[in-house]
């Protein structure tokens, strides 16, 4: 694992507890939101997927819990780090009372994304932040792939998308665009340091 994807949280939230296979699955909210059952539907969907990737990659997840943690404020829609996954509440949270339906696939979207880094990105983590591009590339290509599993009445591949050749190789121009989200940034404003040095290359441990 990375040393960029560990992380813990303390805060003061109601958890909501389910298990899957051996792993419990807990989802981390504000309490009035779990008691309102907003987060039920992310949960739901997140016991589904870890049955999708493990037989997808023939890979049984790794660790003895996956954590969902939905926060009022981050700087990205989540992040994935591994065993907790952390999401604006806006990306994790669905009343299904009054939530659109463009409002629900795109929180599906973000939390297929997000499982599939539990594999594409963190038990498998590219050596250096110039090749970021790959894990995010394949987890977009997921994002459609996941989505259409769960609900495959939503034709997830006749949406707009446009690709080079097919939907095969989505993930690559997808990876490329958010490689130079840094590349563009560093260009602009140097001073952000858009590429964090970590000491990862000269120390298997934090690969």
């Excluded at 997927?49 to 969902?68: A, C, E, G, I, S």
């Excluded at 609900?151 to 006749?158: E, R, S, V």
Aim: charged letters at 20%; proline letters at 6%; aromatic letters at 18%.
């Amino acid at each position: 694992m990375c040393s960029s994807v560990a992380r813990c949280s303390v805060s003061d939230s109601d958890v909501n507890r389910r298990a899957l296979i051996q792993e419990p699955i807990r989802l981390f909210a504000r309490p009035d939101a779990i008691q309102s059952g907003s987060g039920d539907y992310a949960l739901h969907i997140t016991k589904s997927l870890l049955n999708f990737y493990q037989d997808y990659f023939r890979v049984t997840y790794p660790l003895p819990k996956l954590d969902l943690l939905a926060v009022p404020k981050h700087p990205y829609a989540a992040m994935e780090n591994w065993g907790l996954s952390v999401f604006v509440e806006q990306k994790i949270l669905l009343d299904p009372e009054v939530s659109s339906f463009s409002y629900q696939m795109d929180l599906t979207m973000v939390v297929v994304h997000e499982i599939c880094h539990q594999w594409l990105g963190d038990l498998v983590t590219p050596v250096w932040w110039d090749d970021v591009w790959i894990k995010e590339g394949f987890a977009h290509y997921f994002e459609y792939v996941g989505s259409d599993f769960l609900f495959p009445k939503w034709n997830m591949w006749l949406g707009d998308l446009v690709t080079p050749v097919w939907w095969d190789d989505v993930w690559i121009k997808e990876g490329f665009a958010h490689y130079f989200e840094y590349v563009g940034s560093d260009f602009l404003f140097p001073k952000w340091n858009m590429f964090p040095v970590l000491v990862m290359s000269s120390n298997p441990s934090f690969r």
